[in-house]
């Protein structure tokens, strides 16, 4: 294991407060950062939080003032991509739980957990803790896989519902239908009835099935070829990426899944209609939090699938991104799969999360859960800034 970064600088994120009447206390962007996304060549951020905290789940937009990201602009998801559940519970429509955001032929691409979720205990009695923890519930919000065409505007780099020929789609599938039979990740994600009827399958924090990563390059025939980083479950130490072609349906509005190449996959199709491959990687047992796109090579954030303090670290897996021919099992190696950078974590707090490359080759990372010391006024936050060992050109894909 590698010594620990050192943080080179710090960039602030001002967010604006939210919009939503509070049902106990006011939620706040900055305490839920999930997902970045820089364009612009650096100017315009697109930042994913896991939680609704307007009255709608949105995208947040921010700028660059000369000193730090401002100016943020909650962009409603709703706006351009259908939700599967637009009825408010207690002021606000449930959570897309975003996970990741990528670019990809002037796209945003940004997807949801498509986890189940088991509930808090709130200390107030033994009995209603208990009570809480066997409730698991599934919101059908998070099962979303979508692109949003991205614009330029006199502020910089937006989003718009369509853009000439370009229009919002979304994946019409469920992609945890698509893995029961699996023999790995089916048990994951298949379901079961909940003690008030309802389905669900087993919770993302329970090593159960869990979105948390998400890259994207044009494929053959305008076909998308869409990796899917998974925080769970971690199988006897082995993270696992997803491999999908994603085309265009008989909707404008809509995508579907198409055959993922030419080789075998242990998904029971025969050699031409695989619709997905599996990437078994050995993250020193760690689950995958973000990616991104490095040349043809992935790096990975690495850390810990369930809900504790520990390891969090970028992988490079090199030439992760040269057409494949079936499912693979890259174990720890260096020259193919190696640590790069140990990032600091706090006990509770400073969980990093999501993570972009600046024009200057270094690492930028964004942390759910801040710490008091990264909080900037009532709803500012600071992003750290690390130096990154042999970093390749950077590209700027809008």
């Known amino acids: 294991m590698s010594e620990k970064a050192a943080v080179q600088r710090q960039i602030s994120l001002e967010f604006a407060p939210s919009a939503a009447e509070p049902e106990r206390k006011p ?90 979720a088991r509930k808090k205990p709130k200390h107030r009695s033994v009995e209603e803790d208990l009570e809480r923890l066997a409730r698991v519930e599934f919101n059908q919000n998070r099962v979303l896989l979508g692109r949003i065409p991205l614009v330029a505007s006199g502020e910089g780099t937006t989003l718009a519902k369509h853009d000439g020929e370009r229009r919002s789609a979304q994946l019409v599938e469920d992609l945890r239908e698509m893995l029961c039979d699996d023999a790995l990740l089916g048990p994951y994600v298949r379901t079961f009835v909940n003690g008030r009827g309802d389905r669900v399958s087993i ?40 491999e999908i072609s994603v085309v265009e349906g008989d909707k404008p ?9 030419s080789g075998s996959s242990s998904s029971g199709k025969s050699k031409n209609d695989a619709r997905y491959y599996k990437h078994l990687l050995h993250l020193d047992g760690l689950g995958i939090r973000d990616m ?9 954030l690495g850390g810990p699938t369930m809900t504790l303090d520990g390891h969090v670290a970028i992988y490079r897996w ?13 174990d720890l190696e260096p020259g193919r799969l190696e640590q790069v950078l140990a990032l600091p974590c706090g006990r509770g707090e400073d969980r990093p999360e999501g993570f972009m490359r600046l ?33 390749l050109p950077v590209p700027h894909p809008a």
Not at 253 to 261: A, C, D, F, R
Not at 318 to 330: E, F, H, K, Q, V
Not at 363 to 376: G, H, I, K, N, W
Request: include cysteine.
């Open 27 to 116: 939620r706040q962007f900055r305490d839920s950062l999930s997902a970045v996304e820089l364009v612009d060549d650096g100017r315009t951020v697109f930042v994913g939080v896991d939680e609704t905290v307007n009255t709608t789940p949105t995208i947040e937009r921010l700028s660059w003032d000369g000193s730090g990201y401002a100016a943020h602009e909650p962009l409603a998801i709703e706006d351009f991509l259908a939700l599967r559940n637009g009825k408010p519970k207690k002021g606000r429509v449930p959570e897309i739980d975003i996970e990741g955001l990528a670019v990809c032929d002037s796209f945003l691409w940004v997807v949801g957990s498509h986890s189940s």
């Open 292 to 300: 991104r796109a490095d040349g043809d090579d992935l790096l990975l």
């Open 203 to 242: 919770p993302g924090k329970d090593n159960g099935f869990d979105i948390e990563g998400i890259v994207v390059r044009p494929g053959s025939d305008g076909a998308s070829r869409v990796f899917l980083g998974l925080r769970g479950p971690v199988l006897r130490g082995w993270a696992t990426i997803l």
């Open 318 to 330: 090199r030439d992760a991104l040269l057409p494949g021919s079936g499912d693979t099992l890259t």
């Open 253 to 261: 509005s809509h995508l579907i899944l198409g055959p993922v190449g």
């Open 359 to 391: 024009s200057s080759g270094e690492l930028f990372v964004v942390y759910d859960s801040p710490a008091e010391a990264r909080l900037s006024g009532e709803h500012g936050v600071l992003a750290d800034v690390f130096a990154f060992p042999n970093a």
